[in-house]
């Protein structure tokens, strides 16, 4: 049994995380200041008596009692919609946020791991997305808070680990659904599916032919768990290499829904990727992991979620 911190724990995928980890025997202690996080989120995990919440803002200083044996950095605003309405608080995440997980991952002599993002890469002049690719990035549009938090991240945990010997794993996560995503969190699978099972109008931005590839939230987890467990460091893409347009997912989305709603078409967003699709090479080669959960699949458990969540 381990004993392991997750920033962001109330979220989307930390609070999934924290399932997985407590399914497997470990000791899971969640900090979420809930900007974005839910105690809905971690209803399920309260009553486990190796589950603990601590509500709290990461960027500033993080204290843990006791033994802690991995820091697992989640925390941070993670979509277009909430990156865009809390630019300084993504900024201070990326940036403070790692630094004080970095800290208290130091002080306890744990190994660290740090979620970074396939917006490290921008709009990529390369594809598939390798590892190796230094991105294509736009520092100072709107959506450059998010990235370039993530890349300072990035660079603060390498320099944790060459200077002061901290053990770390650095992720790149993929588009990524499933059970537990907010309905309005404006991400491209919630939108769709909440507009199709609202009998709403699905919206595309752009002309729907820009490319998204999406992992279904049980296979990234395992691909994280997989990643933590090893002696990599990273970064390493974990993500579907399944690519479909966006007007592709609305088709699909309107199939598994039965929605007779009608696509519409708005404006693209300042500097919104054309293409993104993870080269999985070394998390097939040095993990052993790849996805098994198809797109229909997943969005049939996760438009079940919603139909639930939203009566």
Same mark, same amino acid.
């Given at each position: ?19 997985? =980890? ?6 899971? *202690?969640?900090?979420?200041? +809930? ?30 009692? $006791?033994?802690?044996?991995?820091? +697992? ?19 201070? *995440?990326? &940036? =403070? ?34 590892? $190796?690719?230094? !991105?294509? *990035? ?5 959506? !450059? ?32 659904? !499933? ?17 199709? +099972? ?19 939230? $049980? ?38 829904? !039965?929605?007779? &709603? ?19 090479? +070394? ?29």
């Amino acid at each position: 049994m381990a004993r392991i911190v997750i920033t962001g724990g109330a979220g989307f995928l930390g609070s999934h995380i924290g399932e997985r =980890l407590l399914d497997r025997g470990d000791e899971v *202690v969640a900090i979420d200041n +809930l900007c974005t996080g839910s105690l809905g989120n971690i209803e399920r995990l309260v009553t486990n008596s190796r589950f603990t919440f601590i509500e709290h803002d990461v960027s500033s200083f993080i204290w843990v009692p $006791d033994q802690v044996d991995a820091v +697992l950095h989640f925390a941070s605003p993670a979509s277009p919609v909430d990156y865009l309405e809390m630019p300084i608080q993504t900024l201070k *995440v990326g &940036s =403070l946020g790692t630094h004080n997980a970095l800290g208290l991952a130091k002080d306890k002599g744990a190994t660290f791991m740090l979620a970074s993002t396939s917006e490290v890469y921008g709009d990529p002049l390369v594809h598939p997305q390798t590892e $190796d690719y230094w !991105g294509h *990035v736009n520092p100072i549009g709107p959506r !450059g808070v998010y990235d370039e938090a993530k890349r300072f991240a990035e660079a603060m945990t390498m320099a944790y680990h060459r200077t002061h010997g901290v053990p770390v794993r650095v992720v790149r996560i993929f588009n990524t659904f !499933g059970p537990y995503m907010r309905a309005n969190d404006g991400r491209v699978v919630s939108n769709f599916l909440v507009q199709a +099972l609202a009998g709403d109008p699905i919206t595309i931005y752009g002309d729907g032919m820009q490319t998204r590839s999406f992992c279904y939230v $049980d296979d990234e987890v395992r691909g994280f768990l997989a990643l933590l467990d090893s002696d990599q460091i990273g970064p390493i893409n974990i993500g579907n290499p399944g690519e479909f347009t966006m007007i592709e997912l609305a088709e699909l989305v309107l199939d598994v829904t !039965g929605s007779s &709603s009608e696509i519409i078409f708005e404006p693209l967003p300042v500097d919104d990727p054309r293409q993104r699709r993870p080269d999985i090479t +070394l998390a097939r080669t040095l993990l052993g992991w790849e996805p098994e959960i198809q797109l229909r699949e997943g969005l049939e458990r996760t438009a079940a979620y919603f139909q639930r969540a939203l009566g």
